[in-house]
């Protein structure tokens, strides 16, 4: 049987943003696309999101060219928080961890995903913001967090669809924008370089009802 030929190549090693493409059927495969991710003097959090997904798009797609692969449409994205206008980073330890759950303790932050296609005769960017709104946490059910070992490679220190859903209270936006890839702000770039979704190949088995 031959091997389905991706109609998409993920410039992202994000298991979250592989399972969003499979959940929306669209056939694709991982590309490495290794850049420095580190904001530039005066640079603003929404240009820095912005010019990382495009970098991330356009280095995926000369590893394409270089390794000589079946050309397609290159996906690059990338998602900060942003608290009082400060980029929530990944904790350095438990107690940085601590600082900034305690900082989002009770209040409202954004999240912004960059999301751009990078082909062999253009590139194309979208961007989602969502307001991620917590409950009031308590020292202890933080300190539980970080136990559990989900918080330590995580931007700001949650992952809203693990363990961290709990401390969510609302949200005014993209859910799966807050997971790493806003899928209705994809369609729409996937719609422009006629990217197909719904592909059979490439969505999970579905459950039958008894």
Not at 74 to 100: C, F, Q, Y
Not at 157 to 175: N, P
Not at 182 to 207: G, K, Y
Request: aromatic share 6%.
């Amino acid at each position: 049987m031959n091997a389905v030929v991706p109609s998409l190549y993920l410039a992202s090693q994000s298991p979250r943003r592989r399972e969003l493409l499979q959940q929306i059927g669209v056939v694709h495969a991982v590309i490495n696309a290794s850049i420095p991710e580190q904001p530039a003097a005066g640079e603003t959090a929404l240009d820095y999101v912005q010019r990382l997904a495009r970098e991330k798009a356009a280095a995926g797609f000369a590893q394409l060219v270089q390794q000589q692969l079946p050309l397609a449409p290159v996906l690059g994205a990338d998602t900060l928080g942003l608290l009082d206008g400060v980029i929530l980073e990944k904790p350095r330890n438990k107690a940085h961890a601590e600082a900034m759950l305690r900082q989002l303790s009770g209040r409202t932050h954004q999240v912004i995903t960059a999301v751009a296609l990078h082909s062999n005769t253009r590139q194309a960017l979208r961007v989602s913001m969502t307001d991620v709104t917590f409950r009031p946490l308590s020292d202890a059910e933080i300190a539980a967090y970080w136990d559990t070992g989900e918080p330590q490679d995580k931007a700001g220190s949650y992952a809203i669809q693990g363990l961290g859903a709990v401390f969510v209270q609302e949200i005014r936006g993209s859910y799966s924008g807050v997971v790493g890839l806003p899928i209705e702000a994809t369609c729409e770039l996937l719609r422009e370089f006629s990217v197909p979704w719904w592909t059979p190949a490439a969505r999970p088995a579905v459950e039958r009802k008894s």
